[in-house]
């Protein structure tokens, strides 16, 4: 570990222990690539913090490092900028976004599809609630290219809800007058969530992905009945 990255006290700083400073569950373990450097998901997972508390502008590199025991120089040991850091996070939270909807797209009929990919988007922002709300309201600091790639990213997530809900449209499914417009108020119910969710709440991720599916087949035309044996068949 490099000079810059020890103690104020001159000893190393474990990575577990940078972990450890962070508040229990802002960011699981596992949630940033495989390739990340220890030191460097703590610098992430801590931007995270930071970035959901006082939001990208207000925060500075010394929030960032000195909630891990770090100096301010250290971040630019890894990253090249507050503005990188702030790409890694949104870059790695549509990824694994999109990951957890396209875990759900092997289903055949559209309805258990559809219930299975909102169902999915829901309870993957919700339980991942912080990330996702610097994803969703820091996107304006991104630079061009990176925002691009973002924005990139986040259309693949329409594009996998309103392929499923144009096949259940073919199919007879649902009665959906404009697809895109039903696409993009499904997704914005599960993203809006961000704002208000609360891991100790009354709902969890799971209840509240179940309700949302249940709204989104609602509307998109599928009928009382429909939407019951979907929901037996989809939990088996």
């Not at 703590?42 to 931007?47: E, G, T, V």
């Not at 509240?208 to 009945?225: K, N």
Request: a neutral charge; one cysteine or more.
């Amino acid at each position: 570990m490099p000079t810059s990255e020890r103690r104020r006290g001159g000893g190393r700083h474990p990575a577990g222990a940078l972990l450890a400073a962070l508040e229990p569950g802002s960011v699981p373990d596992g949630f940033w690539r495989e390739d990340t450097a220890p030191v460097a998901r703590a610098l992430l997972s801590s931007a995270v913090r930071c970035f959901a508390g006082k939001g990208f502008h207000a925060t500075t590199t010394r929030d960032i490092t000195a909630a891990i025991g770090l100096s301010p120089g250290a971040l630019y040991v890894h990253f090249a900028s507050k503005e990188e850091v702030l790409f890694e996070v949104a870059r790695t939270g549509h990824e694994r976004a999109l990951e957890a909807l396209r875990a759900r797209a092997g289903e055949r009929d559209s309805r258990q599809l559809v219930r299975g990919l909102v169902t999915a988007h829901v309870t993957w922002h919700a339980r991942h609630h912080t990330v996702a709300r610097v994803c969703q309201y820091e996107l304006a600091a991104l630079a061009p290219e990176h925002l691009d790639a973002v924005l990139d990213l986040r259309q693949r997530f329409a594009a996998e809800l309103r392929a499923a809900v144009e096949r259940g449209t073919r199919e007879g499914a649902f009665d959906v007058p404009d697809v895109n417009r039903a696409v993009r108020a499904i997704l914005s119910l599960g993203i809006d969530l961000v704002r208000w969710y609360r891991l100790d709440g009354a709902d969890s991720p799971e209840d509240l992905g179940d309700f949302y599916a249940d709204l989104a087949l609602r509307m998109i035309g599928s009928s009382r009945a429909e939407r019951q044996d979907s929901t037996r068949i989809w939990k088996g």
